[in-house]
């Protein structure tokens, strides 16, 4: 497998892993993807077109995973704060204020 071939394979498992939300993943993927990518443009002279196209491809897939990690975190935080607020008949009463003339000691 070329090594472009396989910058590819790998762009694949970071697409799916943040699809799927594994973004430990994901992570461990987009590091190793940074890597590669890396060591194929070096490979290449900075006008071959091979390398104008992989540097594009890359910037995209990185916006796409921005994109699609921001849109997850804002819907976990949108179900986390419906679950945080409880109904009334659910909440602990609040006690009563109490003014320091009620107070003892």
């Known amino acids: 497998m070329s090594p472009v071939d396989s910058l590819y394979a790998m762009a694949e498992r970071l697409r799916t892993a943040v699809a799927s939300g594994a973004h430990a993943q994901a992570q ?14 070096r490979s290449l002279p900075p006008t071959d077109p091979q390398a104008i196209r992989l540097a594009a491809e890359a910037r995209e897939l990185l916006e796409w995973a921005h ?11 949108s179900q986390l704060a419906r679950l945080s607020r409880q109904p009334l008949a659910y909440r602990t009463p609040a006690s009563p204020a109490r003014h320091s003339w009620e107070l003892e000691g």
């Open 67 to 77: 994109r699609t990690v921001m849109c997850s975190r804002a819907h976990s935080a």
């Open 28 to 41: 461990e993927t987009l590091r190793a993807y940074g890597h590669r990518l890396e060591e194929a443009l």
